[in-house]
């Protein structure tokens, strides 16, 4: 983890307001509505951290006992598929080539897990909804100039980021910055 840093909190205007830019991916080029997700979630990645933050210390105060239990089980989770996908070649195989159903493989069975021990309240609006938030921003947001700058250092290796490194465990480094 040395030499990651975070990057600066993007401004609210550049966010979400005035000067941000939405519009509807092409459903039908797949590689660039991918391309444009990940470069938005390393731009953007101090906001949706901010945002889910919130959204979870929210549902925390109203359930902290089920939110608590359902963040072990998504990270337990999830390290253990980052584990087989580096340790075995099929898992790795899938991961790389199916990114989006290994999220929601993930999403799946952490929401499996926690239905059995009774947090899916928790789950759905803790957990599930901020990461629905932000691929729906990811999604939508048009990438300006600065965006693209700030994604060619991360991708060439001049910074390193936590996003850049939770893209390059679910085998998306190739997509960052294309």
């Known amino acids: 983890m040395a030499g990651v840093q975070p ?6 205007d550049d966010f979400l307001l005035t000067s941000a830019r939405f519009a509807v991916p092409d459903v039908r080029d797949l590689d660039r509505w991918n391309h444009r997700i990940i470069n938005n979630l390393l731009y ?12 979870l210390l929210t549902v925390g105060y109203m359930r902290p006992f089920q939110l608590l239990v359902g963040g072990v089980v998504v990270t337990v989770l999830f390290l253990g ?7 075995q070649a099929p898992i790795r195989r899938f991961r ?3 990114p989006s159903i290994s999220v929601f493989a993930i999403l799946l ?3 499996l897990f926690i239905s059995v021990l009774g947090g899916v309240a928790v789950f759905l609006f803790g957990i599930a909804f901020p990461i629905l938030m932000v691929l729906v921003h990811a999604s939508v947001r048009l990438r300006s100039l600065k965006n693209k700058l700030e994604n060619k250092l991360e991708s060439i290796g001049l910074k390193r980021t936590p996003m850049g490194i939770l893209l390059e465990a679910l085998g998306q480094e190739q997509e960052a910055g294309s």
């Open 81 to 87: 598929f980052v584990w087989a996908a580096e340790n």
């Open 44 to 55: 953007y990645q101090s906001n949706y951290f901010l945002s889910a933050l919130i959204l």
């Open 109 to 111: 069975v952490s929401y």
């Open 96 to 98: 790389r080539n199916h």
């Open 7 to 12: 990057p600066p909190l993007r401004s609210l």
